[in-house]
């Protein structure tokens, strides 16, 4: 339950911290930032990395900003900077919904947005959020900057577009329309664990109907994404029961679900319809 | 690659100058090299909570955090709760509705309630409760912890 040895580097600028990661990356060099995934991973001697690249003390990294259209999360930024809202938009009430849903209280200390991202469980509820809301993620490394958007980033359990060189610098998410509605819900064994599915979902109502219905699934396949078969059966609809049920059956029916020795994956084909179903009834409170 | 680096703890206002790898966890260093094993040590992988101390003002699991990282930080553990022979009002609290038996979480619970009190001394009774969700006890059955906690926290707002 200790980890192994390695050596750690403290970079204080981004130019810094970019150079060392080139050059202990092919040695199999990580970055550190929250450290709460990758330091237990590494208790378990599970990884255990030659060199980490400790950004803490990286100056600038844990900025949040706003022009009005996108909102850019830095990349040491704390699930605990969400518990109130970061941006006067329906986007900063939905991050503080989201965020207290992630772990614990003292996790949310120290766990940082990006370093979920980067980490890419797929019970994450930041890779549920940057999947729903088509986030752009935005790495940095000496070769350059790229931006990546979603659905090219997440490859699968824990796998992500990210290349060895690269530090997830940022993650833009675009703010919301000023109307729009937003329902989340996870499911899990006991309060703080991993979520064995969880749906994220926005839209606006035009009209009486259902608008731009963004519906997302996370939990329940290697990697969270929207469900496109389940948007189509809100758009155009009149927000209720009806409605929410067909968007749930439509997530459940197509959704290839993940199993393991706890959960069957007609198991969680069931918590995928009730969590999709419960995120837009309560989008509606 | 073990090379022991040379760190100054802060640790309830007292310095530690001490010597460690990279690798040593904020709790081992606590305990080990400062000797203050108060803190106590469960399940190093940040489910238990058991190690929580107190970091810059906010709550964290010193399992999940290097010692390197907290050098020249103020770190605060249970034996920095009291002055004197008086409690803090919280410890109190623990004693006087029974928030304890074998005390093996307690330093964990005392340092979250005390951490998240001090940040948030208005906080609601349901996130009090969702905060309180972060450790584990064996023996309480939670109900005493959460009387304690709702208690101290009417003591400490006044």
Known sequence: MKPAPFIRHVPKTLDEALKILAQVAPEDGRVLAGGQSLVPIMAFRLAKPAHL????????????GNDGKILRIGARVRHGAFHTSVVDNPLGALLTFVARHIAHYPIRMRGTFCGSLAHADPASEWCLTAATLDATMVAKSTRGERAIKAVDYFEGIMSTALAEDELLAEVHLPLLAAEAKFGFNEFSRRAGDFAMSASLVTYTIKNGKIAGAHVGVGGAEPSPRRIAEAEAALNGQAPGDEAFRAAAEAAASVIEPLEDHQTTGEYRRDLVRAVVRRALENSQQ | MTDKTNITLTINGHDHAIAVEPR????????????????HIGCEHGICGACTVIVDGEPVRSCLMFAVQAA??????????ASGDTLHPMQQAFMDHHGLQCGFCTPGFLMLAVGVLERNPDISDDDLLDVLSSNLCRCTGYQGIIKAVRAAAIEMRK
């Open chain 2, 24 to 39: 040593r966890t904020l709790v081992d260093a606590i305990r080990e090299d400062c000797g203050q094993t108060g803190t």
């Open chain 1, 53 to 64: 690249v400790d950004i803490n003390e990286v100056e600038n990294l844990d900025k949040i």
């Open chain 2, 72 to 81: 020249h930080k103020q770190i605060r553990t249970v034996e920095g709760l």
